[in-house]
């Protein structure tokens, strides 16, 4: 009652019948039964003016949801989530603590735990705690070459408990000597783990590959 405009995309076609009829006589509100995932963003309108996502987000589309609208070509203004508390605690894990999952979102966004909600909120109930988890896009996006820079993030985190330089010589193909003199340039020790590295470093090592 208080948006303007609201989206409603829901996969499960019981459920869209349900929201259909929850919101009869809101000319504000437009259901759309379709994967999100699968939805083609460009096509829709209000995805193309100044928007924010607000969800309770399934375990398993938790990151390909975030990533596709943090790489849209009009991003939201904010994301609001509910997602489990596991998952977004890692989504704003700070080295040493780094995972693929925060540096694929930190890279486009700042995200930030609102609060936690028990289990016991919910029915039916989930094994576990969830978080409202707020992400917000940067206001400077980075000169990003995606497909790149996520190719350096995952070699160096195919074996989180490796040395760095010992994931990118294998997955990237390289020499050591020469992945040693890499890391080093960027000032980082070929002898640290994945998980203790910025999101500036990755994008330095990206930039110098």
């Known amino acids: ?29 437009e259901t759309i039964h379709a994967d999100i995932l699968e939805l083609n963003l460009s096509r829709i309108p209000t995805f193309q003016h100044s928007y924010k996502v607000v969800a309770n987000l399934p375990y398993y589309i938790t990151a390909p949801t975030i990533r596709k609208f943090l790489e ?10 509910i997602v489990q508390k596991e998952v977004a605690q890692r989504i704003c894990a700070k080295p040493p603590q780094m ?5 694929s979102v930190q890279v486009y966004a700042t995200p930030k735990i609102i609060s936690y909600i028990k289990k016991t909120s919910f029915w039916p109930q989930p094994m576990v705690d969830a978080a ?5 896009p940067l206001s400077t996006s980075y000169a990003l ?13 195919k074996q989180p408990r ?17 992945a040693e003199q890499w890391l080093l340039a960027n000032d ?9 590295l910025t999101v500036q470093d990755w994008l330095n090592l990206t930039s110098t590959l």
Do not use: C, W
């Not at 989206?7 to 009869?24: C, F, P, S, Y």
């Not at 995972?99 to 540096?103: F, G, N, P, R």
């Open 1 to 29: 009652s208080r948006a303007k405009k609201v989206i409603a995309v829901e996969k499960d076609k019981n459920l869209v019948r349900v929201l259909e009829g929850l919101t009869v006589g809101m000319k504000n509100v």
């Open 72 to 81: 849209a070509q009009q991003k939201p203004q904010q994301m609001t989530l």
């Open 99 to 103: 995972s693929i999952l925060a540096v």
């Open 132 to 136: 409202i988890l707020q992400i917000t």
């Open 145 to 157: 070459d995606s497909h790149k820079f996520f190719r350096v993030v995952k070699a160096g985190f």
């Open 162 to 178: 490796k040395q760095l330089v010992n994931n990118l010589t294998k997955e990237l193909g390289l020499q050591r000597q020469r």
């Open 188 to 196: 980082i020790q070929p002898t640290r783990r994945a998980e203790t």
